[in-house]
């Protein structure tokens, strides 16, 4: 019996008009050379102006061609249409989050838009940042993000004003600021990562999240990193809920609501950091073992590549992020001597 609930590619291709049949399985490209993703907070003027530059051109697809898949806004999109209940598996809900399939997903989705932003500036190495909050030098805003004159296109006006600068990100925020000294703040995260990276997830299912499946449901259970600290960052960018944008009132645009995260440009900043959490967890060691459930191995998504054609892409070639032709600039870990 066919267990996976996963068929998006034929939810998805039944709305754009595509036969399904003429969907190819995509197969990863030979790596010649990785991608190296650097953090944001120690990169430097020429990477920005960079980044700058292919999301400048990614937004501007938006406007030559509203329906490019590698448009600014479509690309956005994409990230909705797992989310929120936009598309629907008979009577149930679509979900990419709040289950095993949390990691695999958004690592697809990461490789696919980093692809797309390296073709639009012809360099086929680039990499995307990753926020590194998980060190105390990475524990603010990324700069870049916030520099409206000199990279207007990673700036965002629907933000937290009070968690820009110098305020230092709290981890387990959830909507409310509570007072501590920078020092205990960074501290506080240390501990947590600790917490959540290893005393926490010592099994694949906790750290990747349950399955899901076409008897489960969507939101069958997070693993314990989405939950914390991944959804609290989300949260600690967006605007205040409650507070008026002008034409409504903030349900947390852009980052704290998955509806709009994805016109965040430090969405995928973000994610990057999370994604590299993901291959941390792997070298932890003990009973961390990755998922070998067919139901999950085999679970598809889809995707458009940065030829605007789409694929069908399988969770089993998310496992090993190098054969998916990137890994991550190496920075410490010092909260792994935070076990109290
Ligand atoms: Cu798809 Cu951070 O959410």
Same mark, same amino acid.
């Given at each position: 019996?066919?267990?996976?609930?996963?068929?998006?590619?034929?939810?998805?291709?039944?709305?754009?008009?595509?036969?399904?049949?003429?969907?190819?399985?995509?197969?990863?490209?030979?790596?010649?050379?990785?991608?190296?993703?650097?953090?944001?907070?120690?990169?430097?003027?020429?990477?920005?102006?960079?980044?700058?530059?292919?999301?400048?051109?990614?937004?501007?697809?938006?406007?030559?061609?509203?329906?490019?898949?590698?448009?600014?806004?479509?690309?956005?999109?994409?990230?909705?249409?797992?989310?929120?209940?936009?598309?629907?598996?008979?009577?149930?809900?679509?979900?990419?989050?709040?289950?095993?399939?949390?990691?695999?997903?958004?690592?697809?989705?990461?490789?696919?838009?980093?692809?797309?932003?390296?073709?639009?500036?012809?360099?086929?190495?680039?990499?995307?940042?990753?926020?590194?909050?998980?060190?105390?030098?990475?524990?603010?805003?990324?700069?870049?993000?916030?520099?409206?004159?000199?990279?207007?296109?990673?700036?965002?006006?629907?933000?937290?004003?009070?968690?820009?600068?110098?305020?230092?990100?709290?981890?387990?925020?959830? +909507?409310?600021?509570? &007072?501590?000294? /920078?020092?205990?703040?960074?501290? =506080?995260?240390?501990?947590?990562? %600790?917490?959540?990276?290893?005393?926490?997830?010592?099994?694949?299912?906790?750290?990747?999240?349950?399955?899901?499946?076409?008897?489960?449901?969507?939101?069958?259970?997070?693993?314990?990193?989405?939950?914390?600290?991944?959804?609290?960052?989300?949260?600690?960018?967006?605007?205040?809920?409650?507070?008026?944008?002008?034409?409504?009132?903030?349900?947390?645009?852009?980052?704290?609501?998955?509806?709009?995260?994805?016109?965040?440009?430090?969405?995928?900043?973000?994610?990057?950091?999370?994604?590299?959490?993901?291959?941390?967890?792997?070298?932890? +060691?003990?009973?961390? &073992?990755?998922? /070998?459930?067919?139901?999950?191995? =085999?679970?598809?998504?889809?995707? %458009?590549?940065?030829?605007?054609?789409?694929?069908?892409?399988?969770?089993?070639?998310?496992?090993?992020?190098?054969?998916?032709?990137?890994?991550?600039?190496?920075?410490?870990?010092?909260?792994?001597?935070?076990?109290?």
């Amino acid at each position: 019996m066919l267990k996976q609930i996963l068929l998006l590619a034929e939810i998805l291709i039944g709305l754009l008009d595509i036969d399904p049949k003429d969907i190819p399985y995509y197969k990863l490209p030979p790596v010649s050379k990785l991608r190296i993703r650097p953090a944001a907070h120690a990169v430097d003027e020429e990477y920005m102006v960079k980044f700058n530059l292919a999301i400048k051109r990614m937004k501007e697809l938006d406007v030559k061609d509203p329906s490019d898949p590698r448009g600014f806004s479509q690309q956005a999109n994409i990230h909705c249409a797992y989310c929120n209940g936009a598309y629907k598996v008979g009577d149930k809900e679509l979900q990419v989050h709040y289950s095993w399939l949390f990691f695999p997903y958004h690592r697809w989705y990461l490789y696919f838009y980093e692809r797309i932003l390296g073709s639009l500036i012809n360099d086929t190495s680039f990499a995307l940042p990753y926020w590194n909050w998980d060190h105390p030098k990475g524990m603010r805003f990324p700069p870049m993000f916030d520099q409206p004159n000199v990279y207007p296109d990673l700036y965002n006006p629907r933000r937290n004003n009070d968690h820009r600068g110098q305020a230092i990100l709290d981890l387990v925020h959830f +909507g409310d600021d509570v &007072k501590a000294t /920078d020092l205990q703040r960074m501290c =506080n995260n240390m501990v947590l990562l %600790y917490r959540q990276m290893v005393t926490n997830s010592p099994c694949s299912q906790l750290f990747y999240g349950k399955p899901y499946t076409v008897e489960t449901g969507p939101k069958p259970g997070q693993g314990v990193v989405e939950n914390i600290p991944h959804t609290p960052v989300h949260i600690w960018v967006g605007t205040v809920v409650g507070l008026d944008l002008g034409n409504k009132k903030s349900d947390g645009e852009d980052m704290g609501n998955f509806y709009t995260s994805g016109l965040d440009p430090a969405f995928y900043c973000h994610h990057a950091n999370v994604d590299r959490m993901w291959t941390i967890w792997q070298t932890i +060691g003990g009973k961390r &073992k990755d998922i /070998d459930d067919p139901d999950f191995l =085999n679970a598809e998504l889809f995707f %458009y590549d940065e030829n605007k054609k789409p694929y069908r892409v399988k969770v089993r070639d998310t496992l090993n992020h190098k054969k998916m032709g990137f890994d991550y600039l190496h920075m410490p870990t010092p909260w792994r001597n935070y076990k109290l």
